[in-house]
């Protein structure tokens, strides 16, 4: 692999995801790792990311000059890029001065770095430090205002390095250099793809696995369906999925999972309809919290039993207990929390949430290594219905926590009909990818007076969500064009009985969450 040696910053991840959007293998690796440890793991090159905001820092992480002594192509990036050049015997000038955001830099010199790039360029800059004078070998390749050595590279020893952000796309020609780095520099071919990532989970799947039987709980999000239907390809009929069908998911969604799911993949299901149960359960309470508390509890308990009837049909039939259980977690997940394998399994165990002592699983984890672009393009080559494939993120207490009030079927039916009308429009406006999520919120204790033919109305608001965002933590309302707003409003009023009012909520996240509950 590439290993991203993680000085702490956040855009280790993202560098990750930008090597692999060159079809090249990467990990991301804390930088306390010892360099043996960084070595025995064979990396076709190292990228040192950025990080804190001084190498003068107290406590600074450092580079370990054994790692510019093993033959490694490295490129370092901002705080990396300053580490590399005090372990390689530059300069680094606590300068004082800031450069940060959009800025200019001129190359000053031909390189395999930046070749193929403008002269003048557009970059993301966050520095505080300056490399004043690059280490002894290196030749300088640009420089901006606040930063007389901007690049620089030693070609022989295939090192390389930018002051600035290269994995952001406020860095023009970003992806330039780093692909210049790692098919040049590097000499890599660039043949990673999504085939060569069901081959190999398909491997160790089957390896750790064997003959054993396996179980896996759907959720009709995309991670657990991918999970899933890898481990299906790799062990067959070994597998037996379970859905629980809350009731509180939207129109077609239990059906996407109990049909076309189950067409695409053959996967062997057992559905639960606890639509009552969760009702029953949820009946007269308002507070948000409590909903969320109840519908997690009272997932975790029907799971529970659905399991243990699956685990108690495989022994009468063959003897045979169920040792495994698929989990879809995702790379972010592991790398933050902690990155190592220790550490990732202790949240993995806390997500089952608490099963029983009889029902203590091994866990599968397909996607461990994925990010969640790659997951969907896993996804899309398995045959898995677009539907799935694409779906935006939903909560998992789903329309419990749409619905300001007590949550009934009656609520129910009406939210999801709105909800259908919104996710139609967007989708034939083609703003499915633009927009990260729309929640449809029913404000089930207001109630609104309208007039419509000739009588007057008494029925309740909903509320339109679209947010635009990259991560879920901040988010704004995207602005959606007013053509497409009365479209859904005169649609949402003309088809739904209940509501006759249609809100738009114009809160950006902070102040607002996304969720309404
Ligand atoms: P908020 O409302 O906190 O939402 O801005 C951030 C993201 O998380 C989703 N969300 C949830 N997901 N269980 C979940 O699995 C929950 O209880 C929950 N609450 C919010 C929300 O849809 C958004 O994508």
């Given at each position: ?84 050049a005090l372990?390689l015997g530059g300069e680094v ?38 490399v004043?004078t690059a280490p002894?070998?290196f ?379």
């Amino acid at each position: 692999p590439v290993l991203v040696v993680d000085f702490g910053a956040q855009y280790a991840q993202l560098i990750a995801r930008r090597v692999r959007e060159a079809s090249v293998y990467s990990e991301i690796v804390p930088s306390s790792m010892p360099v043996s440890d960084m070595l025995a793991k064979q990396p076709a090159a190292i990228v040192l990311s950025g990080g804190p905001s001084s190498v003068y820092e107290e406590g600074a992480p450092q580079v370990d000059p054994a790692l510019f002594e093993a033959g490694v192509p490295v490129l370092g990036i901002c705080y990396g890029f300053q580490a590399m050049a005090l372990a390689l015997g530059g300069e680094v000038a606590h300068t004082g001065l800031r450069e940060y955001g959009g800025t200019k830099v001129t190359t000053t010199d031909e390189s395999t770095l930046l070749h193929g790039t403008p002269a003048d360029q557009s970059v993301w800059m966050s520095h505080g430090d300056a490399v004043h004078t690059a280490p002894p070998g290196f030749s300088v390749l640009a420089e901006s205002s606040g930063a007389p050595v901007a690049a620089f590279e030693d070609k022989t020893r295939n090192f390389y390095g930018v002051q600035w952000h290269p994995e952001v796309k406020h860095s023009t020609f970003g992806q330039k250099v780093l692909t210049n780095f790692l098919y040049s520099g590097a000499s890599l071919p660039g043949d990673w793809t999504t085939g060569n990532v069901i081959e190999e989970q398909v491997a160790r799947i089957k390896a750790q696995i064997g003959d054993g039987k396996v179980i896996c709980a759907l959720s009709g999000g995309v991670d657990s369906a991918v999970a899933a239907a890898l481990v299906q390809r790799a062990v067959g009929d070994q597998l037996t999925c379970v859905f629980v069908d809350h009731g509180l998911l939207r129109q077609g969604e239990a059906e996407q999972v109990e049909q076309d799911f189950v067409a695409a993949t053959g996967v062997k299901l057992k559905v639960v309809d606890a639509q009552e149960r969760f009702l029953t359960a949820l009946a007269g309470v308002t507070d948000p919290e409590e909903k969320r508390k109840i519908i997690g509890r009272e997932f975790i308990r029907v799971f529970e039993d659905a399991a243990r009837a699956v685990v108690e049909e495989a022994q009468e039939s063959d003897g045979e207990d169920v040792k495994f259980l698929v989990q879809g977690t995702l790379y972010p997940d592991v790398v933050e929390s902690g990155g190592g394998t220790g550490t990732a399994n202790i949240k993995s165990h806390h997500n089952v949430g608490g099963l029983p002592d009889d029902l203590q699983f091994e866990l599968v984890e397909p996607l461990r290594t994925l990010f969640k672009d790659e997951v969907r393009a896993v996804g899309a080559q398995l045959g898995l219905p677009e539907e799935i494939v694409q779906r935006q993120p939903f909560p998992g207490p789903g329309l419990g926590i749409r619905i300001i009030g007590e949550v009934t079927k009656d609520r129910l039916d009406t939210l999801r009909q709105a909800d259908a009308i919104v996710r139609a429009e967007l989708t034939a406006a083609g703003l499915d990818r633009e927009i990260w999520q729309c929640p449809v919120v029913l404000l089930a204790d207001v109630r609104s007076v309208g007039v419509q033919g000739d009588g007057r109305t008494y029925g309740h608001p909903i509320v339109l969500r679209p947010v635009s965002s990259e991560d879920a933590m901040t988010a704004d309302w995207t602005r959606l064009p007013y053509e497409l707003l009365a479209k859904i409003s005169t649609r949402i009023t003309n088809e739904v009985a209940e509501v006759n009012r249609v809100t738009l909520d114009v809160t950006s996240k902070p102040p607002g969450t996304i969720e309404w509950e």
